[in-house]
């Protein structure tokens, strides 16, 4: 896929508050550099999970948390409608007690790419899908400037499938307690690249405590598959400057993506 930008392509960019100056005459081998852009601004979204600034220090740092092994074997053997299933009546931690809805994930389950965000906040709780309301649509914003959308070739998740009350962060008993369920949908989904949005979502994956602005820019792995980190949505709301380095994040991405599909 080209990254030449069309007039659509552009459009895409601009609502994701990414507009560059000049068009690229061949596909960006690396990341754009902030000072090609310049950045629109767009309004905070209220009802998005309040996103830390990465470089903070972690609220809650991952800790080994003992696993069952039963049920984590119990999962791995799990078809898509089981794990769904299991999902949707799991009560493996404290989080069943005040959702509304799982979060199972969405999209198309023969994907290249896999989305991996942090938890439900409020609407997708409500509505039972991830990355819903003004966070989910700069993501499909951000998904249409590559020429991707969540329905195709692209696959949503969260790691954690139930909404933290009052959208206060995961804990890391609730993380190791739901990681299965996801370590078993990138089994089934077998995705060529995973983008990790968010610092909750690295941390899970990579068992990284290091900020996103270290450990962005560069390729990773998860469970043998490339994997890419940037900043959450719903971070990006609210820190413009931070959309140039994401859109940079989406580039690298897909740079790993044509080389793992030429592999
Ligand atoms: S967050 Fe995950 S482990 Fe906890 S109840 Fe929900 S599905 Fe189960």
Not at 73 to 86: R, T, V, Y
Not at 108 to 124: H, K, S
Not at 244 to 259: K, N, S, T
């Amino acid at each position: 896929m080209s990254l030449v930008l069309d007039d659509r392509r552009r459009a895409m960019l601009a609502e994701m508050g990414v507009r560059l100056f000049e068009a690229p005459s061949a596909p960006p081998a690396v990341a754009p550099a902030a000072s090609a852009v310049s950045l629109a601004p767009i309004p905070p979204a209220p009802e998005a999970r309040p996103q830390p600034a990465p470089s903070e220090s972690p609220a809650a740092r991952r800790v080994p948390v003992p696993q069952d092994p039963a049920r984590a074997a119990a999962i791995e053997a799990m078809s898509w409608d089981e794990l769904e299933q299991a999902v949707a009546g799991c009560e493996a931690c404290g989080l069943c007690a005040s959702r509304r809805n799982t979060v199972f994930g969405v999209g198309d389950r023969q994907a290249d790419w896999l989305i991996v965000g942090e938890a439900p906040g409020e609407n997708e709780d409500l509505q039972g899908e991830p990355f819903v309301g003004q966070a989910g649509k700069l993501l499909d914003n951000m998904l249409r400037s590559l020429g991707l959308d969540r329905g195709n070739k692209v696959y949503i998740a969260n790691v954690l499938k139930c909404r933290p009350p009052g959208n206060r962060n995961p804990d890391p008993q609730e993380v190791a307690q739901c990681e299965p369920y996801l370590r078993r949908q990138v089994q089934l989904l077998q995705p060529r690249i995973i983008l990790a949005m968010g610092r909750f979502a690295v941390q899970a994956l990579l068992g990284s405590d290091e900020p996103i602005g270290k450990l962005r820019g560069r390729r990773h792995e998860y469970m043998g598959i490339p994997l890419v980190v940037t900043y959450h949505p719903a971070y990006l709301l609210r820190n413009l400057p931070d959309k140039a380095r994401a859109w940079a994040d989406l580039c690298l991405a897909l740079e790993l993506m044509r080389g793992n599909a030429a592999a």
